[in-house]
């Protein structure tokens, strides 16, 4: 079983930026950048899942939405992962997205 910790620690450190952002941050793009994250990390835990399926995209629930979005998103990614090259790369999305939310 591969450690996936560093990723959840990653994620966990962004959505409680997330959550202490103002609003007005969060509407000029930190939700925004969140949701592409929970997206793409989503996206990844399925095709590692069923391969051969088309993935779902995860809907957009709304700026307040955007912490526990990537939370479940990550986690659901974090029981699916294999590698260490995985989650260092999984990791680098989540730091890049935080990146560029600015929080």
Not at 18 to 34: D, M
Not at 47 to 59: H, K, S
């Amino acid at each position: 079983m591969v450690d996936t910790t560093p990723l959840t620690q990653a994620v966990d450190h962004f959505a409680d930026r997330l959550r202490a952002a103002p609003q007005s941050r969060l509407q000029r793009g930190a939700a925004a950048e969140a949701l592409a994250l929970a997206r793409e990390l989503s996206r990844r835990a399925q095709l590692l899942e069923d391969p051969g399926a088309e993935p779902r995209v995860m809907p957009d629930a709304g700026m307040f939405a955007a912490a526990d979005q990537i939370l479940v998103a990550a986690h659901d990614l974090a029981t699916v992962l294999t590698s260490e090259t995985e989650v260092a790369e999984a990791v680098k999305a989540v730091e890049e997205a935080r990146g560029k939310a600015g929080v």
